[in-house]
């Protein structure tokens, strides 16, 4: 099956979900995307990594260093109180979004 290519602002969505559930590492975050997919959405390193950072800096997710479950030095995210509000607000959005597109494919 061809690769299918995730849709633009979905990462962010994503990452930010998963960490609503505690602190994870970034290959941890990947996998948990990909199993809870049913393995069909594949983050990739080059897009994890910069969107960390991008909500890092925007204060939505601290992070720490710690030891991974291999015995490697990692750093671990964490969702804050503003992330969470983040969270939020993108979830609505695509609720939005999703509800439109859908009566779209409806009625057309």
Known sequence: MPKKEMPAGAL???????????????????QRIHTLSSEVLHVEEGALYPALQRILLQ????????????NRKV??????????????????????????????LRTA
């Open 12 to 30: 962010v969505l994503l990452i930010l979900r998963v960490l609503r559930s505690g602190p994870l590492h970034g290959y941890a975050i990947a």
């Open 59 to 70: 204060g939505w997710v601290t992070s720490n260093w710690g030891i991974s479950e291999t």
């Open 75 to 104: 750093r671990f995210y964490e969702l804050t109180p503003s992330g969470l509000q983040q969270l939020e607000a993108e979830l609505s959005g695509y609720d939005r979004l999703h509800e439109a597109i859908q009566a779209v």
